[in-house]
């Protein structure tokens, strides 16, 4: 008999990530022999993403928007109907805390962290207190951690021994690429080269937020274009800060060199990601970004393009010494880079990308799962 798992997800993918590593780990999972099932929130997007990425061994059950005390009622009926013998929470909170005595079977719990709430500097006050109660609620509740960064890792080490449980066992497994969406087919690659012929073109794809990086990449492209102008920045996503980003672009005469996007399709990803000639993913020194996982890193490495970040948390364990970094306080440091990237000055960083493949996640996860049971009974 097959052993079950059960990815358990809340939300609509296009805000809230943590939905990715069901979607990046179920086929793979279903390929090395394991029963998947993801429950996920019923709306478009997150149907979408699901119809595009799961194969047919991978079943997706959705349960109907609603406040938190209704979410969580659905989602024990579903588990009661699937009884999967692990239940990976892919995010951990009040919405996804499933009282163990309400569900009739005894499966384990396997739960993820993939950011440091607590470590959050807008968190004060009873959003902090809260956020220290679940990261500690996960120690003493789960079977087995994941821990998608190694400050986590270290982070829920340290407290696990605190609460006097030493053998609980954490994974380090940081987010991963799809090939499902990565080797997608290229629809609008054709148009889009036209469209920036003559072009550098630089991707960001995150939130529009000053504390992202947002008026670092502004700044930097106001710089670079002084020596180098036959630039084109590509900002993909929205966010708070974006009215203000725009006025910036206006105000200073970038309308040129700057585009905003807003969302774009997943369909048109692979599109944009062949056509860039680098990426940006910015990143700060604090607590807040060490922890977390810059997801959209590994979805950018498969392209063989540059990908300038900051040298803390997972990109320095993905580039060690030899990445292409700047400091995200200063802008100048970023307009270096653009500059010798324009310049065909950057030396090539060598990096075996398939160690970051959701296959490559999903065997080492299994492995360390089934390490003390067989897969079959």
């Known amino acids: 008999m097959k052993k079950?798992?059960?990815?358990?997800?809340?939300?609509?993918?296009?805000?809230?990530?943590?939905?990715?590593?069901?979607?990046?780990?179920?086929?793979?999972?279903?390929?090395?022999?394991?029963?998947v099932s993801i429950i996920a929130m019923d709306c478009a997007e997150n149907r979408e993403r699901a119809s595009i990425e799961c194969g047919p061994d991978v079943a997706v059950y959705f349960y109907k928007p609603a406040n938190m005390n209704g979410e969580v009622e659905q989602k024990i009926m579903l588990l009661k109907e699937i009884r999967p013998d692990y239940i990976y929470f892919c995010s951990f909170g009040f919405r996804n805390w499933i009282r163990k005595s309400a569900l009739g079977f005894n499966p384990q719990m396997v739960i993820e962290h993939s950011e440091l709430q607590s470590g959050i500097p807008d968190n004060k006050g009873l959003k902090k207190i809260m956020a220290h109660f679940i990261e500690s609620l996960s120690v003493v509740y789960a079977d087995?951690?994941?821990?998608?960064?190694?400050?986590?890792?270290?982070?829920?080490?340290?407290?696990?021994?605190?609460?006097?449980?030493r053998s609980l066992s954490v994974l380090y497994s940081p987010y991963a690429y799809s090939t499902e969406v990565i080797d997608a087919p290229r629809l609008h690659l054709d148009e889009l080269q036209a469209k920036y012929a003559g072009k550098t073109v630089l991707i960001y794809m995150g939130t529009m937020t000053k504390n992202y990086g947002l008026f670092t990449m502004l700044e930097a492209v106001k710089e670079a274009v002084k020596e180098t102008p036959n630039i084109k920045l590509l900002l993909l996503g929205r966010g708070r800060h974006l009215d203000e980003a725009k006025a910036y672009v206006k105000a200073n005469g970038l309308e040129e060199y700057i585009e905003f996007l807003g969302y774009v399709p997943e369909t048109m990803l692979s599109s944009y990601f062949e056509l860039a000639d680098a990426f940006i993913s910015p990143l700060n020194n604090t607590?807040?970004?060490w922890a977390r996982c810059p997801s959209k890193i590994y979805m950018y490495i498969p392209f063989h393009k540059p990908v300038f970040t900051c040298n803390i948390g997972e990109p320095k364990e993905i580039f060690g010494n030899e990445g292409y970094y700047f400091d995200n306080t200063q802008p100048g440091s970023l307009a270096e880079l653009i500059t010798g990237l324009v310049r065909q000055q950057l030396e090539r960083v060598p990096l075996d990308v398939t160690a970051h493949s959701w296959t490559t996640r999903s065997r080492e996860f299994s492995n360390w799962i089934l390490q003390k049971e067989p897969m079959y009974a």
């Open 144 to 165: 087995k951690l994941i821990c998608a960064s190694r400050y986590l890792e270290t982070f829920y080490r340290k407290r696990s021994k605190q609460f006097m449980r």
């Open 287 to 289: 607590v807040q970004d």
């Open 4 to 35: 079950k798992i059960c990815f358990l997800t809340t939300g609509d993918i296009t805000t809230i990530a943590t939905m990715k590593r069901a979607l990046g780990m179920a086929n793979p999972l279903a390929d090395l022999g394991w029963e």
